[in-house]
């Protein structure tokens, strides 16, 4: 399968706990992006990266949220002291990304995404 | 700011009936529009986009779309729906030369047999 992965798929935490979701995009792929997704909503923008610089971060970051994509591969999202509040879907995606504004860049492919429940 | 609205939250038709989700954007410049599916218990994919050119684009399974920019609108249709088509619908929206997905709230599609 050569589509975006994610792990874990699902996660079960206590409040205060930190955790860590990894993803890994389509290995052609110099843009990948994080979203959340609650239940009955879309899925919300947080941060994207072209290769390994984070070019945006939404303002629903808040300081315990931290993303890194150190060698502009795979990334990792990491929430510090989680709160029931962030039991979300977290969703990746990867585009490629060029000057070109044609479809073949900057279609976004989506992963499967990890559920987090924070009790 | 962008922002992304689907009119219709749940719909429910029967097999081979009409279909017409709206969406409509709030972005005064250029974009490049949207509809993502996902079907129970799968990830998001690409149903069709719009990037340039005709308004009218046709996407996989049947689905189409008119982009009407005085309307700031980008509509969803299918002419005759299956029990297979029962899913969650969102449209996206892109600014031209920005990264992020803006989406709407989503509408779900029941399509009873």
């Known amino acids: 399968d050569t589509g975006v992965s994610q792990d874990p798929r699902h996660k079960i935490t206590k409040r205060g706990q930190n955790v860590t979701f990894r993803c890994d995009p389509i290995s052609e792929h110099n843009r990948l992006y994080w979203y959340r997704q609650t239940l009955g909503q879309g899925p919300e923008f947080l941060t994207y990266?072209?290769?390994?610089?984070?070019?945006?971060k939404s303002r629903l970051l808040s300081d315990r949220f931290s993303a890194e994509r150190p060698k502009g591969s795979f990334s990792t999202l990491e929430i510090q002291r989680t709160e029931q509040g962030d039991s979300a879907m977290y969703l990746c995606?990867?585009?490629?990304?060029?000057?070109?504004?044609?479809?073949?860049?900057?279609?976004?492919?989506f992963g499967p995404g990890t559920r987090l429940t924070v009790l | 700011a962008q922002s992304v609205s689907q009119h219709n939250h749940h719909v429910i038709l029967s097999e081979a009936a009409s279909l017409e989700l709206g969406c409509n954007y709030s972005?005064?410049?250029?974009?490049?529009l949207f509809w993502y599916v996902q079907y129970p218990g799968q990830h998001l994919q690409l149903l069709l986009k719009?990037?340039?050119?005709?308004?009218l684009v046709k996407g996989i399974k049947g689905f189409e779309a008119e982009f009407i920019k005085s309307k700031f609108s980008f509509n969803l249709r299918k002419p005759s729906v299956q029990w297979s088509d029962t899913a969650e619908y969102f449209c996206a929206v892109k600014v031209r030369g920005g990264g992020k997905l803006i989406f709407g709230q989503g509408t779900e599609l029941s399509v009873k047999p």
């Open positions: 995606a990867s585009s490629l990304a060029g000057t070109s504004e044609s479809s073949s860049y900057n279609e976004q492919f």
């Open positions: 972005y005064g410049g250029t974009v490049n």
């Open positions: 990266f072209q290769n390994e610089a984070q070019l945006e």
């Open positions: 719009y990037f340039s050119g005709d308004p």
